[in-house]
Protein backbone atom coordinates (compact mmCIF):
# COMPACT_ATOMS: atom_id res chain seq x y z
CA UNK A 1 0.00 0.00 0.00
CA UNK A 2 2.92 2.20 0.96
CA UNK A 3 4.67 1.90 -2.57
CA UNK A 4 1.94 2.15 -4.73
CA UNK A 5 1.67 5.86 -4.62
CA UNK A 6 4.97 6.04 -5.27
CA UNK A 7 5.43 3.72 -7.83
CA UNK A 8 2.65 5.79 -9.15
CA UNK A 9 4.60 8.71 -9.14
CA UNK A 10 7.95 7.29 -10.59
CA UNK A 11 5.28 6.07 -13.83
CA UNK A 12 3.91 9.51 -13.81
CA UNK A 13 7.39 10.74 -13.69
CA UNK A 14 8.55 8.10 -16.18
CA UNK A 15 6.15 9.08 -18.13
CA UNK A 16 6.46 12.99 -18.38
CA UNK A 17 9.91 12.26 -19.26
CA UNK A 18 8.88 10.04 -22.13
CA UNK A 19 6.57 12.81 -23.32
CA UNK A 20 9.06 15.45 -22.69
CA UNK A 21 11.25 13.39 -24.58
CA UNK A 22 9.66 12.75 -27.40
CA UNK A 23 8.50 16.47 -27.59
CA UNK A 24 12.49 17.07 -27.71
CA UNK A 25 13.38 14.66 -30.08
CA UNK A 26 10.24 16.24 -31.98
CA UNK A 27 10.83 19.70 -31.45
CA UNK A 28 15.27 18.91 -32.66
CA UNK A 29 13.58 16.92 -36.09
CA UNK A 30 11.55 20.11 -36.57
CA UNK A 31 14.78 22.51 -36.24
CA UNK A 32 16.71 19.72 -38.78
CA UNK A 33 13.90 20.19 -41.15
CA UNK A 34 14.01 23.56 -40.75
CA UNK A 35 17.35 24.29 -40.49
CA UNK A 36 19.29 26.12 -43.32
CA UNK A 37 22.85 25.19 -44.36
CA UNK A 38 23.18 29.29 -43.88
CA UNK A 39 21.49 31.08 -41.26
CA UNK A 40 18.46 29.95 -38.95
CA UNK A 41 17.10 33.66 -38.91
CA UNK A 42 15.86 35.99 -41.00
CA UNK A 43 17.99 39.41 -41.03
CA UNK A 44 16.60 42.83 -41.78
CA UNK A 45 17.21 43.77 -45.04
CA UNK A 46 20.63 46.25 -44.42
CA UNK A 47 19.89 49.71 -46.19
CA UNK A 48 22.92 51.33 -47.67
CA UNK A 49 23.69 54.90 -46.25
CA UNK A 50 23.50 57.97 -48.46
CA UNK A 51 26.77 59.63 -48.03
CA UNK A 52 27.05 63.17 -47.31
CA UNK A 53 28.24 65.58 -49.69
CA UNK A 54 31.47 67.57 -48.17
CA UNK A 55 30.87 70.13 -50.44
CA UNK A 56 28.62 73.35 -49.66
CA UNK A 57 28.84 74.27 -53.28
CA UNK A 58 24.88 73.86 -54.17
CA UNK A 59 27.07 73.29 -57.79
CA UNK A 60 29.45 70.28 -56.67
CA UNK A 61 29.11 67.22 -54.63
CA UNK A 62 31.95 65.82 -53.32
CA UNK A 63 32.36 62.51 -52.24
CA UNK A 64 34.84 60.30 -50.23
CA UNK A 65 35.07 56.44 -50.80
CA UNK A 66 37.56 54.23 -49.25
CA UNK A 67 38.29 51.34 -50.48
CA UNK A 68 39.24 48.97 -47.48
CA UNK A 69 38.88 45.08 -46.35
CA UNK A 70 36.36 44.14 -43.17
CA UNK A 71 34.79 41.14 -41.80
CA UNK A 72 31.32 39.92 -41.96
CA UNK A 73 29.62 36.74 -40.50
CA UNK A 74 27.29 35.69 -43.63
CA UNK A 75 27.26 32.43 -42.57
CA UNK A 76 26.35 31.75 -38.28
CA UNK A 77 29.79 31.92 -36.88
CA UNK A 78 31.19 31.86 -39.54
CA UNK A 79 33.61 35.00 -40.64
CA UNK A 80 34.39 35.91 -43.75
CA UNK A 81 36.66 38.55 -44.33
CA UNK A 82 35.64 40.70 -47.18
CA UNK A 83 36.15 44.16 -48.91
CA UNK A 84 34.06 47.08 -49.18
CA UNK A 85 33.69 51.45 -50.09
CA UNK A 86 33.64 52.78 -46.40
CA UNK A 87 32.89 49.93 -44.48
CA UNK A 88 32.69 45.97 -44.85
CA UNK A 89 30.44 45.31 -47.79
CA UNK A 90 29.24 47.37 -50.45
CA UNK A 91 29.12 50.88 -50.53
CA UNK A 92 27.11 54.08 -49.79
CA UNK A 93 24.67 55.84 -52.21
CA UNK A 94 25.71 58.59 -53.69
CA UNK A 95 23.47 61.10 -54.87
CA UNK A 96 23.79 63.55 -57.20
CA UNK A 97 21.14 65.81 -59.29
CA UNK A 98 21.60 66.72 -62.81
CA UNK A 99 24.10 69.49 -63.40
CA UNK A 100 26.25 69.61 -60.80
CA UNK A 101 29.61 68.54 -60.78
CA UNK A 102 30.51 65.29 -58.82
CA UNK A 103 33.98 64.46 -57.83
CA UNK A 104 34.87 61.46 -55.46
CA UNK A 105 37.96 61.26 -53.55
CA UNK A 106 38.24 57.26 -54.16
CA UNK A 107 41.43 56.08 -51.89
CA UNK A 108 42.69 52.38 -52.23
CA UNK A 109 43.02 51.07 -48.37
CA UNK A 110 43.20 47.46 -50.07
CA UNK A 111 46.73 45.62 -50.01
CA UNK A 112 45.86 45.18 -53.82
CA UNK A 113 45.67 47.66 -56.80
CA UNK A 114 41.81 48.80 -58.11
CA UNK A 115 40.32 51.08 -59.90
CA UNK A 116 36.62 52.73 -59.73
CA UNK A 117 34.43 52.75 -62.81
CA UNK A 118 31.04 54.81 -62.72
CA UNK A 119 28.67 52.14 -64.59
CA UNK A 120 25.84 54.13 -66.39
CA UNK A 121 27.68 57.85 -66.80
CA UNK A 122 28.40 60.44 -69.53
CA UNK A 123 32.03 61.44 -69.38
CA UNK A 124 34.99 61.85 -70.22
CA UNK A 125 36.96 58.90 -70.61
CA UNK A 126 39.97 60.00 -68.29
CA UNK A 127 37.37 60.09 -65.00
CA UNK A 128 36.02 56.59 -66.08
CA UNK A 129 37.99 54.36 -63.96
CA UNK A 130 38.41 51.65 -66.12
CA UNK A 131 41.68 49.15 -66.16
CA UNK A 132 44.05 52.27 -67.01
CA UNK A 133 42.86 54.03 -64.27
CA UNK A 134 44.53 51.71 -61.69
CA UNK A 135 44.96 53.17 -57.73
CA UNK A 136 48.08 51.10 -56.21
CA UNK A 137 47.55 50.09 -52.66
CA UNK A 138 47.75 53.17 -50.66
CA UNK A 139 47.43 55.50 -53.52
CA UNK A 140 44.70 58.05 -54.18
CA UNK A 141 42.66 59.66 -57.68
CA UNK A 142 40.01 61.68 -57.90
CA UNK A 143 38.19 62.38 -60.61
CA UNK A 144 35.91 65.48 -61.28
CA UNK A 145 33.62 65.29 -64.09
CA UNK A 146 29.91 67.33 -64.87
CA UNK A 147 26.51 64.85 -64.48
CA UNK A 148 24.54 65.66 -67.48
CA UNK A 149 22.05 63.11 -68.22
CA UNK A 150 18.49 61.80 -66.88
CA UNK A 151 17.68 61.06 -63.45
CA UNK A 152 18.87 57.14 -63.40
CA UNK A 153 19.97 54.58 -60.63
CA UNK A 154 23.99 53.70 -61.63
CA UNK A 155 26.59 52.09 -60.06
CA UNK A 156 30.48 51.64 -59.55
CA UNK A 157 32.89 49.03 -59.01
CA UNK A 158 36.39 48.41 -59.96
CA UNK A 159 37.49 47.56 -62.94
CA UNK A 160 41.42 46.37 -62.53
CA UNK A 161 41.80 44.13 -66.02
CA UNK A 162 41.55 40.55 -64.39
CA UNK A 163 40.52 41.17 -61.24
CA UNK A 164 37.21 42.67 -61.42
CA UNK A 165 35.54 39.84 -60.79
CA UNK A 166 37.21 38.88 -57.71
CA UNK A 167 36.90 42.34 -56.08
CA UNK A 168 33.49 42.60 -56.87
CA UNK A 169 32.97 39.46 -55.51
CA UNK A 170 34.42 40.33 -52.14
CA UNK A 171 32.07 43.32 -52.09
CA UNK A 172 33.27 46.44 -54.06
CA UNK A 173 30.14 47.58 -55.53
CA UNK A 174 27.91 50.56 -54.69
CA UNK A 175 24.89 52.96 -56.21
CA UNK A 176 24.44 56.34 -57.84
CA UNK A 177 21.18 58.11 -57.65
CA UNK A 178 21.20 60.81 -60.33
CA UNK A 179 18.02 63.00 -59.76
CA UNK A 180 16.71 65.74 -62.00
CA UNK A 181 13.47 67.68 -62.10
CA UNK A 182 11.69 65.24 -63.46
CA UNK A 183 12.37 62.84 -60.80
CA UNK A 184 11.31 65.30 -58.14
CA UNK A 185 8.16 66.08 -59.40
CA UNK A 186 6.56 62.70 -60.79
CA UNK A 187 4.43 60.72 -58.49
CA UNK A 188 6.31 58.50 -57.54
CA UNK A 189 7.54 57.08 -54.37
CA UNK A 190 10.64 58.33 -53.08
CA UNK A 191 11.70 58.38 -49.56
CA UNK A 192 14.76 56.72 -49.16
CA UNK A 193 14.86 53.01 -47.40
CA UNK A 194 11.03 53.73 -46.73
CA UNK A 195 9.19 53.42 -49.74
CA UNK A 196 12.35 53.87 -52.47
CA UNK A 197 14.51 51.02 -51.60
CA UNK A 198 17.72 50.28 -53.51
CA UNK A 199 18.51 46.34 -54.00
CA UNK A 200 21.86 44.96 -55.02
CA UNK A 201 21.37 41.71 -55.55
CA UNK A 202 24.03 39.18 -55.80
CA UNK A 203 25.02 35.59 -55.75
CA UNK A 204 27.56 33.94 -53.23
CA UNK A 205 29.22 30.57 -51.96
CA UNK A 206 30.87 30.06 -48.70
CA UNK A 207 33.30 27.48 -47.28
CA UNK A 208 32.53 26.00 -44.40
CA UNK A 209 34.12 28.25 -42.41
CA UNK A 210 32.30 31.54 -44.07
CA UNK A 211 34.66 32.83 -46.21
CA UNK A 212 33.48 33.46 -49.94
CA UNK A 213 34.15 30.52 -52.14
CA UNK A 214 35.06 32.30 -55.75
CA UNK A 215 34.75 28.80 -57.68
CA UNK A 216 36.03 29.03 -61.34
CA UNK A 217 35.52 25.96 -63.24
CA UNK A 218 35.57 25.38 -67.19
CA UNK A 219 32.15 26.54 -67.48
CA UNK A 220 32.75 29.82 -65.96
CA UNK A 221 32.21 31.12 -61.76
CA UNK A 222 30.11 28.16 -60.01
CA UNK A 223 26.67 29.86 -59.71
CA UNK A 224 26.00 31.11 -55.92
CA UNK A 225 23.78 29.31 -53.25
CA UNK A 226 23.01 32.30 -51.40
CA UNK A 227 21.08 35.14 -52.40
CA UNK A 228 22.46 38.14 -50.68
CA UNK A 229 20.53 41.69 -50.96
CA UNK A 230 22.18 44.76 -50.17
CA UNK A 231 24.70 42.24 -48.42
CA UNK A 232 22.19 40.53 -46.34
CA UNK A 233 21.30 36.75 -46.34
CA UNK A 234 17.50 36.39 -46.06
CA UNK A 235 16.17 39.66 -45.64
CA UNK A 236 13.41 41.05 -44.73
CA UNK A 237 11.98 44.11 -44.88
CA UNK A 238 8.63 45.85 -43.35
CA UNK A 239 7.04 47.54 -45.72
CA UNK A 240 3.33 49.56 -45.38
CA UNK A 241 0.74 48.68 -47.33
CA UNK A 242 1.37 51.46 -50.21
CA UNK A 243 3.09 51.91 -53.51
CA UNK A 244 6.68 50.70 -53.07
CA UNK A 245 9.79 51.43 -55.27
CA UNK A 246 12.36 48.75 -55.96
CA UNK A 247 15.85 49.64 -57.76
CA UNK A 248 17.26 46.43 -58.59
CA UNK A 249 20.70 45.76 -59.42
CA UNK A 250 21.84 42.71 -60.81
CA UNK A 251 25.18 42.88 -59.18
CA UNK A 252 25.95 39.06 -59.42
CA UNK A 253 29.39 38.07 -61.55
CA UNK A 254 27.71 35.68 -63.52
CA UNK A 255 24.04 35.19 -63.27
CA UNK A 256 20.97 36.07 -64.52
CA UNK A 257 17.83 37.00 -62.39
CA UNK A 258 14.34 36.86 -62.96
CA UNK A 259 12.28 38.63 -60.79
CA UNK A 260 8.39 37.85 -59.30
CA UNK A 261 6.40 38.23 -56.78
CA UNK A 262 5.38 34.66 -55.09
CA UNK A 263 1.56 35.67 -55.81
CA UNK A 264 2.37 36.46 -59.34
CA UNK A 265 0.86 40.32 -59.16
CA UNK A 266 1.62 42.42 -61.69
CA UNK A 267 4.22 45.81 -61.06
CA UNK A 268 5.08 48.57 -63.41
CA UNK A 269 8.99 48.54 -64.56
CA UNK A 270 9.20 52.65 -64.96
CA UNK A 271 12.69 52.92 -65.83
CA UNK A 272 15.50 50.72 -67.31
CA UNK A 273 19.83 51.55 -67.21
CA UNK A 274 19.91 55.10 -67.85
CA UNK A 275 16.43 56.36 -66.61
CA UNK A 276 12.90 56.49 -66.84
CA UNK A 277 10.83 55.19 -69.62
CA UNK A 278 8.40 57.07 -71.56
CA UNK A 279 5.56 54.93 -69.87
CA UNK A 280 4.81 52.11 -67.19
CA UNK A 281 5.21 48.72 -68.89
CA UNK A 282 3.08 46.23 -66.56
CA UNK A 283 4.59 42.90 -66.09
CA UNK A 284 4.75 39.89 -63.63
CA UNK A 285 8.68 39.37 -63.84
CA UNK A 286 11.48 40.76 -64.70
CA UNK A 287 15.30 39.62 -66.19
CA UNK A 288 17.81 41.29 -65.06
CA UNK A 289 21.47 39.89 -67.14
CA UNK A 290 24.67 41.05 -64.32
CA UNK A 291 24.98 44.76 -64.75
CA UNK A 292 21.28 45.80 -65.61
CA UNK A 293 19.09 47.55 -63.66
CA UNK A 294 14.90 48.24 -63.83
CA UNK A 295 13.32 50.43 -61.43
CA UNK A 296 9.75 48.78 -60.52
CA UNK A 297 7.42 49.95 -58.48
CA UNK A 298 5.13 47.80 -57.08
CA UNK A 299 1.63 48.00 -55.09
CA UNK A 300 1.54 46.86 -51.81
CA UNK A 301 -2.20 48.55 -50.96
CA UNK A 302 -4.56 45.73 -51.89
CA UNK A 303 -2.61 43.06 -49.99
CA UNK A 304 -4.36 41.07 -48.04
CA UNK A 305 -2.20 38.67 -46.63
CA UNK A 306 0.78 39.40 -43.81
CA UNK A 307 3.48 38.81 -46.16
CA UNK A 308 4.27 38.80 -49.79
CA UNK A 309 8.40 37.45 -51.29
CA UNK A 310 10.12 38.52 -54.13
CA UNK A 311 11.16 35.50 -55.91
CA UNK A 312 14.12 35.19 -57.85
CA UNK A 313 13.57 32.11 -60.15
CA UNK A 314 12.10 29.24 -57.24
CA UNK A 315 13.94 31.04 -54.06
CA UNK A 316 12.93 33.85 -51.74
CA UNK A 317 15.18 37.04 -52.88
CA UNK A 318 13.77 39.21 -50.12
CA UNK A 319 10.21 39.00 -47.68
CA UNK A 320 7.95 41.91 -47.43
CA UNK A 321 6.64 41.94 -43.77
CA UNK A 322 3.42 44.61 -44.46
CA UNK A 323 1.94 46.69 -41.65
CA UNK A 324 -1.19 48.77 -41.36
CA UNK A 325 -3.93 49.41 -43.04
CA UNK A 326 -4.37 49.80 -46.61
CA UNK A 327 -3.28 53.40 -47.99
CA UNK A 328 -5.01 55.60 -50.03
CA UNK A 329 -5.15 54.37 -53.45
CA UNK A 330 -2.43 55.40 -56.17
CA UNK A 331 -2.12 54.96 -59.98
CA UNK A 332 1.47 54.75 -61.74
CA UNK A 333 1.50 58.16 -63.29
CA UNK A 334 0.38 57.77 -67.07
CA UNK A 335 3.42 59.53 -68.55
CA UNK A 336 7.27 59.55 -67.16
CA UNK A 337 9.35 61.28 -69.09
CA UNK A 338 10.81 62.01 -72.43
CA UNK A 339 12.78 59.81 -74.56
CA UNK A 340 14.52 61.43 -77.64
CA UNK A 341 14.90 58.95 -80.07
CA UNK A 342 18.34 58.70 -81.66
CA UNK A 343 17.80 58.39 -85.20
CA UNK A 344 19.08 56.08 -87.78
CA UNK A 345 19.48 58.77 -90.39
CA UNK A 346 22.01 60.70 -88.09
CA UNK A 347 24.19 57.74 -87.58
CA UNK A 348 27.46 57.90 -89.54
CA UNK A 349 29.02 54.59 -88.89
CA UNK A 350 27.88 50.84 -88.59
CA UNK A 351 29.94 48.72 -86.70
CA UNK A 352 29.14 45.00 -85.68
CA UNK A 353 30.78 42.68 -82.75
CA UNK A 354 30.30 39.14 -82.42
CA UNK A 355 30.81 37.80 -79.28
CA UNK A 356 31.89 34.66 -78.66
CA UNK A 357 32.49 32.24 -75.48
CA UNK A 358 33.80 28.86 -74.69
CA UNK A 359 33.41 28.28 -71.23
CA UNK A 360 35.40 30.68 -69.07
CA UNK A 361 37.39 32.06 -72.41
CA UNK A 362 35.89 34.42 -74.61
CA UNK A 363 36.05 37.51 -77.38
CA UNK A 364 34.49 40.11 -79.48
CA UNK A 365 35.54 39.93 -83.27
CA UNK A 366 37.71 37.14 -83.07
CA UNK A 367 40.15 39.21 -80.40
CA UNK A 368 41.10 39.07 -76.33
CA UNK A 369 41.51 42.17 -74.81
CA UNK A 370 44.45 43.69 -74.90
CA UNK A 371 45.34 47.04 -73.00
CA UNK A 372 47.88 48.03 -75.80
CA UNK A 373 45.58 48.13 -78.14
CA UNK A 374 42.19 50.12 -79.41
CA UNK A 375 40.07 48.26 -81.49
CA UNK A 376 38.27 51.19 -82.84
CA UNK A 377 38.56 54.92 -83.41
CA UNK A 378 35.13 57.15 -82.91
CA UNK A 379 34.82 60.57 -83.81
CA UNK A 380 34.37 63.28 -80.87
CA UNK A 381 29.97 63.94 -81.07
CA UNK A 382 29.40 60.87 -84.20
CA UNK A 383 25.98 59.21 -83.95
CA UNK A 384 26.98 54.80 -84.42
CA UNK A 385 24.86 52.08 -84.87
CA UNK A 386 26.26 48.88 -83.72
CA UNK A 387 25.13 45.37 -84.52
CA UNK A 388 25.81 43.10 -81.46
CA UNK A 389 25.95 39.44 -81.94
CA UNK A 390 26.03 36.15 -79.73
CA UNK A 391 27.44 33.46 -81.72
CA UNK A 392 26.47 30.62 -79.92
CA UNK A 393 26.94 27.12 -81.13
CA UNK A 394 25.76 23.66 -79.50
CA UNK A 395 28.95 23.01 -77.70
CA UNK A 396 29.45 26.56 -76.53
CA UNK A 397 26.38 28.72 -75.72
CA UNK A 398 25.97 31.64 -72.99
CA UNK A 399 23.85 34.19 -72.56
CA UNK A 400 26.10 37.67 -72.48
CA UNK A 401 25.64 40.72 -70.96
CA UNK A 402 26.96 43.35 -73.61
CA UNK A 403 27.60 46.91 -71.84
CA UNK A 404 29.02 50.39 -73.18
CA UNK A 405 31.09 52.83 -71.24
CA UNK A 406 30.85 56.73 -71.22
CA UNK A 407 27.21 56.94 -73.06
CA UNK A 408 23.98 55.37 -72.66
CA UNK A 409 22.47 53.74 -75.97
CA UNK A 410 18.44 52.84 -77.35
CA UNK A 411 18.20 49.36 -78.46
CA UNK A 412 17.01 49.84 -82.26
CA UNK A 413 16.35 46.37 -82.99
CA UNK A 414 16.55 42.60 -81.14
CA UNK A 415 16.26 39.91 -83.72
CA UNK A 416 15.06 42.44 -86.45
CA UNK A 417 11.86 43.41 -84.02
CA UNK A 418 11.52 46.40 -82.02
CA UNK A 419 12.83 45.88 -78.54
CA UNK A 420 10.65 44.88 -75.53
CA UNK A 421 8.63 47.81 -74.05
CA UNK A 422 10.53 47.62 -71.29
CA UNK A 423 13.73 48.23 -73.23
CA UNK A 424 12.61 51.08 -75.24
CA UNK A 425 14.59 53.79 -73.10
CA UNK A 426 18.36 54.38 -72.24
CA UNK A 427 20.42 51.19 -71.59
CA UNK A 428 24.24 50.88 -70.84
CA UNK A 429 23.86 46.98 -70.92
CA UNK A 430 22.24 44.59 -72.88
CA UNK A 431 21.39 40.89 -72.55
CA UNK A 432 21.74 38.45 -75.97
CA UNK A 433 20.68 34.96 -75.35
CA UNK A 434 22.77 32.31 -77.39
CA UNK A 435 22.27 33.65 -81.07
CA UNK A 436 20.27 36.83 -80.23
CA UNK A 437 21.46 39.99 -82.52
CA UNK A 438 21.01 43.65 -81.25
CA UNK A 439 21.42 47.15 -82.97
CA UNK A 440 22.21 49.74 -80.53
CA UNK A 441 22.41 53.22 -81.66
CA UNK A 442 24.41 55.96 -79.50
CA UNK A 443 26.18 59.00 -79.45
CA UNK A 444 29.31 60.08 -78.16
CA UNK A 445 29.60 63.17 -76.13
CA UNK A 446 33.30 62.46 -74.60
CA UNK A 447 37.14 61.87 -75.82
CA UNK A 448 39.15 59.42 -74.23
CA UNK A 449 39.48 55.85 -74.41
CA UNK A 450 36.63 53.56 -73.03
CA UNK A 451 35.50 49.92 -72.86
CA UNK A 452 33.08 47.68 -74.43
CA UNK A 453 32.45 44.18 -72.98
CA UNK A 454 30.83 41.36 -71.42
CA UNK A 455 29.48 42.03 -67.89
CA UNK A 456 30.06 38.63 -67.08
CA UNK A 457 32.67 39.82 -64.87
CA UNK A 458 34.60 36.36 -65.17
CA UNK A 459 34.22 36.80 -69.12
CA UNK A 460 35.13 40.17 -68.67
CA UNK A 461 38.74 39.36 -66.82
CA UNK A 462 39.33 36.51 -69.34
CA UNK A 463 39.12 38.35 -72.78
CA UNK A 464 35.87 39.50 -73.38
CA UNK A 465 36.41 43.11 -73.69
CA UNK A 466 37.55 45.67 -76.36
CA UNK A 467 38.44 50.06 -76.30
CA UNK A 468 37.42 52.20 -78.53
CA UNK A 469 39.11 56.35 -78.61
CA UNK A 470 36.96 59.00 -78.84
CA UNK A 471 38.54 61.66 -80.31
CU1 LIG B 1 30.04 47.83 -64.96
CU2 LIG B 1 33.03 48.03 -67.62
O1 LIG B 1 31.56 47.97 -66.30
CU1 LIG C 1 30.61 50.47 -67.21
CU1 LIG D 1 29.78 36.71 -71.49
Not at 145 to 154: C, G, K
Not at 166 to 174: D, I, K, W
Not at 281 to 297: D, K
Not at 434 to 458: A, K, R, S, W
Request: aromatic letters at 8%.
Amino acid sequence: MEKKPKAGRSFLGMGMVLVLGVFLIFLGVRMLLDEDPVVSSKNPLRIPPVLEDQDPDPQVVSYVLKAETGTMSFVEGGRTPTMGYNGSFLGPVLRVNRGQEMQVQVENHLPESTTLHWHGMDLPGEADGGPHHGIPSGGTWTPRFLVDQPAATLWYHPHFHRNTGPQVYQGLAGLIYIEDAISEALDIPRDYGINDIPLVVQDRNFTEAGEFLYELTMMGLRPGEVLLVNGTVHPYFEAKREPMRLRLLNGSNFEDFRFRFDDRRSFHQIASDGGFLEAPVAMEEVYLSPGERVEIVVDFSDAASEQLLLMEGDRIALEFRLTGEPGASWTVPETLAVVPPLEPGQASVRRTFVMESMGLQGTINGKAFDMGRIDEEVVLGATEIWTVTNSATMMHSSGHPFHVHGTQFQILSRNGAPPALGERGWKDTVHLQPGDEVELIMQFHHPGVFMYHCHMLEHEDYGMMGQFRVQ
